[in-house]
C-alpha cells in the first residue's frame, strides 16, 4: 500500500477548519495569501471557481508532495455579489436587501495535488429564500449572532435558520463554506482514506 500524500487545507476560515474536521482525517491548514479580488463581467460562480483554485495552486506551489483543498464562496441576490459585511450596520444593510428575496451561494471546492498531476474542481450551487424581515428582527439577530465576517450577514448553522423560508441545496455544509459530499468522494478518487 502506497504512502497516503498529507492533506493540506488552503484556507484561513475556521468554519472550513471545522468543516473538514468532521470528516476524521489529518490535516494541516496553511494560508494561501492570495488576493480576493473582483473582475469585472465576471459570473459569481467563476470568481468562486477561480479563488478556491488560486488558493489551492498557491499552498501547492509551497508543498508539491501534498493533497490540497482550496475552496471559495461567493453569494449573490440579483445580480449582485454580497461581501462579507465588516459590521452590524454591513450586516443589517445586506439583510434588509436580502429581505422577501432570494440568494445564492456558489461554493466552489478544488482537490489538487502537483505529484499526481490531480485537478479536481466542483461548484455547489446553494439557493437561500428569506423571509420577510423587520428592521426589529434584523437588529436583534445581528446583535445576538454578530456574522459580521458571513457573505449574506448571517449564520446558517447557528440562529440565521430562523431568517429563512427554506434551503435548496445538494450539501448541507456547502452553505457553512466546503461541500464535504463532493470532497469525500474526491478524496476517496484520489486514494485518500476516510474513516
Keep these: 500500500m502506497s504512502p497516503v500524500a498529507p492533506l493540506i487545507l488552503a484556507s484561513t476560515s475556521r468554519y472550513r477548519r471545522e468543516l473538514l474536521g468532521r470528516l476524521g482525517v489529518e490535516f494541516t491548514?496553511?494560508?494561501?495569501?492570495?488576493?480576493?479580488?473582483?473582475?469585472?463581467?465576471?459570473?459569481?460562480?467563476?470568481?468562486a471557481l477561480r479563488l478556491a483554485t488560486a488558493k489551492a495552486q498557491a499552498v501547492?506551489?509551497?508543498?508539491?508532495?501534498?493533497l490540497i483543498v482550496g475552496s471559495d464562496q461567493v453569494a449573490s441576490c440579483a445580480g449582485r455579489v454580497l461581501d462579507k459585511p465588516g459590521d452590524a450596520?454591513?450586516?443589517?444593510?445586506?439583510?434588509?436587501?436580502l429581505s422577501g428575496h432570494a440568494a445564492q451561494f456558489y461554493t466552489?471546492?478544488?482537490?489538487?495535488?502537483?505529484?499526481?498531476?490531480?485537478?479536481?474542481?466542483h461548484i455547489d450551487t446553494?439557493?437561500?429564500?428569506?423571509?420577510?424581515?423587520?428592521?426589529?428582527?434584523?437588529?436583534?439577530?445581528?446583535?445576538?449572532?454578530?456574522?459580521?465576517?458571513?457573505?449574506?450577514?448571517?449564520?446558517?448553522?447557528?440562529?440565521?435558520?430562523?431568517?429563512?423560508?427554506?434551503?435548496?441545496?445538494?450539501?448541507?455544509?456547502?452553505?457553512?463554506?466546503?461541500?464535504?459530499?463532493?470532497?469525500?468522494g474526491a478524496l476517496r478518487a484520489a486514494g485518500h482514506p476516510l474513516p
Excluded: M, N
Design 60 to 66: 501547492a506551489a509551497r508543498h508539491p508532495g501534498a
Design 126 to 184: 446553494t439557493s437561500v429564500v428569506f423571509r420577510a424581515l423587520s428592521a426589529e428582527e434584523i437588529a436583534r439577530y445581528v446583535e445576538r449572532e454578530q456574522p459580521y465576517e458571513c457573505a449574506g450577514g448571517f449564520k446558517a448553522e447557528g440562529l440565521g435558520v430562523v431568517l429563512f423560508e427554506c434551503i435548496e441545496s445538494q450539501d448541507p455544509t456547502a452553505l457553512i463554506g466546503l461541500p464535504l459530499i463532493w470532497l469525500a
Design 29 to 47: 491548514v496553511v494560508a494561501p495569501g492570495i488576493a480576493e479580488d473582483h473582475r469585472a463581467s465576471e459570473s459569481p460562480a467563476d470568481r
Design 89 to 97: 450596520a454591513g450586516c443589517r444593510a445586506q439583510l434588509a436587501a
Design 108 to 121: 466552489a471546492c478544488v482537490l489538487l495535488s502537483g505529484r499526481a498531476a490531480l485537478h479536481l474542481a
